[in-house]
């Protein structure tokens, strides 16, 4: 649903790691309308402004933690 504004964080990530360090962006149509101290502020300085699936809240960072997530099990297969 929002994989253009996903596609638009990843391409741009470097350059956005530049100005947006550590900071939530709002992405709409390709471009950063926004950028927040928190996931929180993010979501309710956006709902003022766009309906809710119009944009992604993205937070910059170096690599993929911010949007992979890694699970580990101790489970052994005999």
Not at 7 to 12: A, G, Q, R
Not at 41 to 65: N, P, R
Request: glycine letters at 4%; one cysteine or more; proline letters at 0%.
């Amino acid at each position: 649903m929002l994989d253009k504004e996903f596609t638009y964080y990843l391409e741009n990530q470097d350059e956005l790691l530049q100005k947006y360090n550590n900071r939530f962006l709002v992405i709409v149509d390709n471009k950063v309308v926004g950028d927040y101290d928190s996931t929180e502020q993010a979501y309710f300085e956006s709902v003022k402004k766009h309906e809710l699936g119009t944009f992604l809240i993205q937070k910059c960072t170096e690599g993929d933690d911010a949007y992979t997530r890694k699970f580990h099990s101790r489970v052994i297969f005999h």
